[in-house]
């Protein structure tokens, strides 16, 4: 999955990090012949970088950043009483992940994007990446709510 680059800043060691729209970080280190990124060495490369798109292998296999905290909750929804619109495609804003969270019953969870779909029951949550258009579908009756994470400040 692609991720655009937010910043980039340097490790101990000197190397460049790219931090990632989603919340993730990844060396981008120049190292021909296995990795030509002559642009991080720079201050003009680096600057044209940022806002680029970087392969982002973590939210493939839908991995949390670090440092993230949950900031708000929703209510507990029912088969009967789930909105609408998570229903349908939809997304969290950017920089927010969130978990969702199943107390009963089950839950299939569908992320077109990345062709996966996942069920859900109180043994299993989804992963919810930023931006990323996902839905959910009841299986039967239900208790769920939705945890949001975002940065530590």
Known sequence: MHRAITALVQDLAGDWIAILVCGHRQHV???????????????????LHLGQDLECPLCARFEWPADFEPYKRTPEFSAATIPAGLLKDHSTKKGVWAKI??????????????????ILDRTTTGTVQPEVLHHIAPLGAVRFYVEFYRTKV
Request: charged share 30%; glycine share 8%.
């Open 101 to 118: 969270v199943v107390l009963e019953g089950g839950l299939r969870y569908t992320v077109d994007a990345l062709n996966a779909t996942f």
């Open 29 to 47: 280190r120049h190292r021909p012949p296995f990795a030509d990124r002559s642009w991080v060495e720079s201050r003009e490369g680096r600057e």
